[in-house]
């Protein structure tokens, strides 16, 4: 017995249009949705110390990098020395609203390539905002430390 197959070699091509706009819709979604600031990572590096401090939950983060630029907040907006103060108040008045009235910590994280004066000018303006105040630095590993 045999049989006779029926089926026809089709040059008929694939229709990649659904597919492409699907991508198309996906990578406008991913656009729109993601932050465009190349500023979210700052290259800070902090000096170090032997202790380590303990995570605060409430916190302000103001940031110095090595050419003196300031990024305030979370979204890390640049903020010159002089509006500092202006800003540092309005964002703490925020946090103490959606926090019940709990004064935040001011989280002040300084390169250390910045010269002390400027350190000494930023620190100041954050210390008569807020009467907590913390500086980050990196603890420093006690197993690989050798004394001199």
């Known amino acids: 017995?045999?049989?006779?197959?029926?089926?026809?070699?089709?040059?008929?091509?694939?229709?990649?249009?659904?597919?492409?706009?699907?991508?198309?819709?996906?990578?406008?979604?991913?656009?729109?949705?993601?932050?465009i600031l190349p500023l979210k990572s700052l290259n800070i590096e902090n000096p170090t110390l032997e202790k380590d401090s303990a995570p605060l939950t409430t916190q302000l983060i103001v940031v110095m990098d090595a050419q003196n630029v300031i990024y305030l907040g979370s979204k890390k907006s640049i903020v010159d020395l002089f509006s500092l103060r202006n800003h540092l108040n309005e964002e703490i008045e925020q946090l103490k609203k959606q926090n019940h009235g709990v004064d935040p910590t001011v989280v002040l994280s300084v390169d250390r390539r910045v010269e002390y004066g400027?350190?000494?000018?930023?620190?100041?303006?954050?210390?008569?905002?807020?009467p907590k105040l913390r500086l980050v630095y990196k603890p420093i590993d006690m197993e690989n430390t050798e004394y001199f």
Do not use: G, H, N, Y
């Not at 620190?123 to 008569?128: D, H, K, L, T, V």
């Open 1 to 35: 017995m045999r049989f006779k197959t029926s089926l026809k070699t089709s040059s008929a091509l694939i229709d990649l249009t659904p597919l492409v706009d699907v991508v198309f819709l996906m990578l406008i979604f991913f656009i729109i949705t993601s932050d």
């Open 118 to 130: 400027s350190f000494l000018r930023l620190f100041s303006i954050c210390q008569e905002c807020s």
